[in-house]
Nanobody, 115 residues
Framework: QVQLVESGGGLVQPGGSLRLSCAAS????????MGWYRQAPGNQRELVAD???????NYGDPVKGRFTISRDNAKKMVYLQMNSLKPEDTAVYYC?????????WGQGTQVTVSS
């Protein structure tokens, strides 16, 4: 069992930045693909970005060039730096840990982009 705790969400104006953090409770953190997903009201949950244990990174098309995912294996943390935020980035952001077909999810943190 892996517990994930997100932090760093909030309200930000368009064009602003936020940094999300996710702390994981597992001794095998290095083995997991860590990622961020988001879900806006009425929409399906979508991939924002993920980073494999080997360092390979994937970004969802809407965030390419604006968001950066990183992980710190020693601290068992994964981060999402979000720049040039847009109103359409408003959603609940979830931290995800995946190994084989098993997924673990955090409780989510709200990000609202509005003037």
């Amino acid at each position: 069992q892996v517990q994930l705790v997100e932090s760093g969400g909030g309200l930000v104006q368009p064009g602003g930045s936020l940094r999300l953090s996710c702390a994981a409770s597992t001794s095998f953190f290095r083995s997991y693909t860590m990622g961020w997903y988001r879900q806006a009201p009425g929409n399906q949950r979508e991939l924002v970005a993920d980073v494999r244990d080997g360092g390979t990174i994937n970004y969802g098309d809407p965030v390419k060039g604006r968001f950066t995912i990183s992980r710190d294996n020693a601290k068992k943390m994964v981060y999402l730096q979000m720049n040039s935020l847009k109103p359409e980035d408003t959603a609940v952001y979830y931290c995800n840990a995946r190994i084989a077909s098993t997924n673990y999810w955090g409780q989510g943190t709200q990000v609202t982009v509005s003037s």
